[in-house]
Nanobody, 121 residues
Framework: QVQLVESGGGLVQAGGALRLSCRASGRTFSDYDMGWFRQAPGKEREFVAAISKRGGRTSYADSVKGRFTISRDNAKNTVYLQMNSLKPEDTAVYYC??????????????WGQGTQVTVSS
């Protein structure tokens, strides 16, 4: 079992930045590929970004490429999502997820509870 706890969400003005963190516990963190997803009110959950076990591979949704950066620190059991140039349409609950296999947009075994990000115009 892997427990994931997100933090770092909040309210920010358009054009601003936030850094989300997701700390894992329970299993060996470096055994897992990690992903970030988001869900806006009335919409389906969507893929945002993913990073492989040792950080050598990353994947991003087209909507966030060039603005968001995913990274991880295996010594701290933590994955990050640096979000720059935020837009109102980035407003959502952001979730981190862990997967034993690299399938960045689909297959995840564990999920966090989410952290709210609100971008005002």
């Amino acid at each position: 079992q892997v427990q994931l706890v997100e933090s770092g969400g909040g309210l920010v003005q358009a054009g601003g930045a936030l850094r989300l963190s997701c700390r894992a516990s329970g299993r060996t963190f470096s055994d897992y590929d990690m992903g970030w997803f988001r869900q806006a009110p009335g919409k389906e959950r969507e893929f945002v970004a993913a990073i492989s076990k040792r950080g050598g591979r990353t994947s991003y949704a087209d909507s966030v490429k060039g603005r968001f950066t995913i990274s991880r620190d295996n010594a701290k059991n933590t994955v990050y999502l640096q979000m720059n140039s935020l837009k109102p349409e980035d407003t959502a609950v952001y979730y981190c997820a862990a997967s034993l296999t690299w399938d960045p947009k689909r297959t995840y075994d564990y999920w966090g509870q989410g952290t709210q990000v609100t971008v005002s115009s």
